[in-house]
């Protein structure tokens, strides 16, 4: 079992950063692919950056080359850097952990562990 905590939400203006982190507790060697999800109200919950074990990344579309996803395995630690920050970007923000090789297909539904979320608020 592995158990996942988010933090590193809070409120910024439109244009700042924020870096969220997850920390992995538990059974983290079975952990192969990671990723972070974003809720925002009214949506489907869906999945904005992954990373596996060798360090791949895959971004959705609206994050790409904003949102910098990233892993220190000594730490079990999981970030998200999240610069240039837009209100469309507020939500609620979940790191999601599994023992699959390749996850970026994955839906939140999919993984096997699964964050509590961290608020995140960008103001215009």
């Given at each position: 079992?592995?158990q996942?905590?988010?933090?590193g939400?809070g409120?910024?203006?439109?244009?700042?950063s924020?870096r969220?982190?997850?920390?992995?507790?538990?059974?983290?060697?079975?952990?192969t692919?990671m990723a972070?999800?974003?809720?925002?109200?009214?949506?489907?919950?869906?999945?904005?950056?992954?990373?596996?074990?060798?360090?791949?990344?895959?971004?959705?579309?609206?994050?790409?080359g904003?949102?910098?996803?990233?892993?220190?395995?000594?730490?079990?630690?999981?970030y998200?850097?999240?610069?240039?920050?837009k209100?469309?970007?507020?939500?609620?923000?979940?790191?999601?952990?599994?023992?699959?090789?390749f996850?970026?297909?994955?839906?939140?539904?999919?993984?096997?562990y699964?964050?509590?979320?961290?608020?995140?608020?960008?103001?215009?």
């Amino acid at each position: 079992e592995v158990q996942l905590q988010e933090s590193g939400g809070g409120s910024v203006q439109s244009g700042g950063s924020l870096r969220l982190s997850c920390v992995a507790s538990g059974d983290t060697v079975s952990v192969t692919c990671m990723a972070w999800f974003r809720q925002v109200p009214g949506k489907e919950r869906e999945g904005v950056a992954y990373i596996d074990d060798d360090d791949s990344t895959y971004y959705e579309d609206s994050v790409k080359g904003r949102f910098t996803i990233s892993q220190d395995n000594a730490l079990n630690t999981l970030y998200l850097q999240m610069d240039s920050l837009k209100p469309e970007d507020t939500g609620m923000y979940y790191c999601a952990a599994d023992g699959t090789d390749f996850c970026s297909y994955y839906r939140w539904d999919q993984f096997d562990y699964r964050g509590q979320g961290t608020q995140v608020t960008v103001s215009s």
